[in-house]
């Protein structure tokens, strides 16, 4: 009744149902994801009549770090396409039946089939954040809170500049990125192919754009990567210089992002996730009005399974990414490792 195929032969034999509705099923964001790390990636489906009814995209990890099957490595989060609670107990079973010693995990955002059908317990959640910009763009700016309004007014006012960059630019982007979460979070960034591959995919085909934030000398000191996918655009990466925090980059750059989306006609920003204990970045986004949910993440372990304790991984990421370390070890660090972090 379940049939597996490699992802590759999936996409170019099978009619998805689906498939490009959401960013991370879409093709687009699949390429990245495989050009960026090579995942073992795979589709399991149902068919009926002649019809794929159910499918789930899913990779499989197999490293020093972890044992997993993951729907999917790599995404925010990523809901299956599956019709009926039986038809999740049937892909379940066959993925028990072809990886017996691995755990299988998932992040659903609106798979309620997946949270309800009895294969999974719930193991976290985390805030994802929603806006709609179907009005028209005076009733958009009104609906931002006031202190998101007066912050977007402060970095005008400061001589902030937002515009779209060049792909040479894309570098100095990176180069912010991977400061900020070094110094401010204490780990490494996603490594520069990423990014890279993103460009290629996304924005040199007029599928998203990346915003620069510039002060009155013309330095970069923030910037914020959209994707465009269906009628929703996503804030999928954003960084700001720690230094120049008064300039508001934040604000300002999805604002100009938001303007930049009621041009193109689009209907939803998608703000992403954010964890319960990032109360700044929850903050941050309720002051867009945006509808604030639940990412809810399941998963299922065989008896006995052994969890990493990834203390290999906290002592590498303490090496490459602690604040003494010159940036470009630091990059080299997260090129070696990211590929294991599915």
């Not at 204490?186 to 510039?214: C, D, H, T």
Request: charge should be positive; aromatic fraction near 14%; proline fraction near 3%.
């Amino acid at each position: 009744m379940v049939k597996t195929l490699p992802l590759e032969q999936a996409l170019q034999t099978l009619s998805l149902p689906g498939h490009s509705d959401n960013l991370f099923s879409s093709p687009m964001w699949l390429n990245v994801i495989n050009r960026a790390y090579r995942p073992d990636v795979f589709v399991k489906y149902i068919e009926r009549d002649g019809r794929i009814e159910s499918y789930v995209f899913y990779s499989v990890v197999k490293n020093f770090l972890e044992w997993k099957v993951c729907v999917l490595s790599y995404c925010d989060y990523c809901d299956a396409h599956i019709v009926s609670a039986s038809d999740w107990i049937a892909v379940f079973e066959d993925i028990k039946r072809e990886y017996p010693g691995f755990r299988i995990v998932v992040r659903s955002l609106r798979d309620d089939i997946a949270r309800t059908c009895g294969c999974f317990k719930e193991l976290s959640r985390e805030y994802f954040h929603l806006l709609d910009i179907r009005g028209d763009i005076d009733s958009v700016w009104k609906g931002l809170k006031d202190k998101f309004r007066n912050q977007v007014r402060q970095g005008t006012k400061r001589g902030l500049v937002v515009r779209p960059c060049e792909r040479r630019e894309l570098w100095d982007f990176f180069c912010i990125h991977v400061k900020l979460r070094k110094h401010k979070y204490g780990i490494f960034s996603q490594p520069w192919r990423f990014f890279e591959v993103i460009w290629e995919e996304f924005i040199a085909k007029g599928n998203g754009f990346l915003l620069g934030a510039f002060d009155p000398e013309g330095k970069m000191v923030g910037g914020t990567l959209f994707l465009v996918c269906g009628n929703t655009l996503y804030y999928k990466i954003n960084t700001s210089s720690q230094n120049a925090l008064e300039f508001r980059s934040n604000n300002c750059l999805l604002w100009e992002g938001i303007r930049l989306a009621k041009e193109r006609g689009l209907e939803f920003i998608d703000l992403g996730s954010s964890g319960f204990n990032q109360e700044g970045l929850v903050s941050f986004k309720d002051a867009t009005g945006a509808r604030r949910m639940e990412i809810v993440h399941i998963g299922y372990h065989p008896q006995g399974y052994v969890f990493s304790q990834k203390r290999v991984l906290k002592a590498y990421t303490r090496f490459f990414a602690a604040a003494w370390m010159p940036d470009w070890i630091t990059n080299m660090g997260s090129a070696l490792i990211y590929k294991f972090l599915a």
